[in-house]
Nanobody, 115 residues
Framework: VQLQASGGGSAQAGGSLRLSCAAS????????MGWYRQAPGKQRELVAI???????NYADSVKGRATISRDGAKNTVYLQMNSLKSEDTAVYYC??????????WGEGTLVTVSS
């Protein structure tokens, strides 16, 4: 599975961004898709993930501000982030996990939130 993310960039605090990630290759084997992020000097952390069955898990830090969605026909996952905070600044990584337990990662996309 290959993952191609887009939509990163700069935003003002309080603003919004939408990230997209398209899967290709053995995308029919994907169960989980979602997003992780890594801020400078910190470990990579979960942002939001969604199973093929629609089960969603959000990090506490983004609950109420983030919405993850998937378009099965396009093999694409989206992350809508609202009410952005400076602490949302990070490199965001698209992630998938197949039904066989194989993880895939996309190249990161940088999100910078300025106050």
């Amino acid at each position: 599975v290959q993952l191609q993310a887009s939509g990163g960039g700069s935003a003002q605090a309080g603003g919004s961004l939408r990230l997209s990630c398209a899967a290709s290759g053995s995308s029919n084997e994907i169960n989980v898709m979602g997003w992780y992020r890594q801020a400078p000097g910190k470990q990579r952390e979960l942002v939001a993930i969604m199973t093929s069955g629609g089960r969603i898990n959000y990090a506490d830090s983004v609950k109420g501000r983030a919405t993850i969605s998937r378009d099965g026909a396009k093999n694409t996952v989206y992350l809508q982030m609202n009410s952005l905070k400076s602490e949302d600044t990070a490199v965001y990584y698209c992630y998938s996990n197949s039904y066989y337990g194989m993880d895939s990662w996309g190249e990161g996309t940088l999100v910078t939130v300025s106050s």
